[in-house]
């Protein structure tokens, strides 16, 4: 069993920066592929980045590429999500997720191959 809580949302104007963390409990971070997928007003969830179970295989989505990145600290069982160039459409909550198995590149995006999940973080980005 795997506990994991975010920390790190809150409010920014357009072109700021944040930095979400993803504490992981109850088992080795390091063990497990993680990722981060948002969910907007009215909209339905969305893959944003996602890093494997070595840290070397990272995936994003087109929409963040270039602006977030995502990274993981092992000794500390956390994986963060650097956000920059931070846009109103990019408010949402973002949810952590990590899965103990390996998922292949191609399906990092998929939100049903995580079976961990956190409670969410609010991103308010205003314009």
């Known amino acids: 069993q795997v506990q994991l809580v975010e920390s790190g949302g809150g409010m920014v104007q357009a072109g700021g920066s944040l930095r979400l963390s993803c504490a992981a409990s109850g088992s080795t971070v390091s063990r497990y592929s993680a990722g981060w997928f948002r969910r907007a007003p009215g909209k339905e969830r969305e893959f944003v980045a996602a890093?494997?179970?070595?840290?070397?295989?990272?995936y994003y989505a087109d929409s963040v590429k270039g602006r977030f990145t995502i990274s993981r600290d092992n000794a500390k069982n956390t994986v963060y999500l650097q956000m920059t160039s931070l846009k109103p459409e990019d408010t949402a909550v973002y949810y952590c997720a990590a899965d103990t198995m390996y998922i292949p590149p191609q399906a990092m995006g998929v939100a049903n191959r995580y079976l961990y999940w956190g409670q969410g973080t609010q991103v308010t980005v205003s314009s």
């Open positions: 890093i494997g179970l070595s840290g070397s295989t990272t």
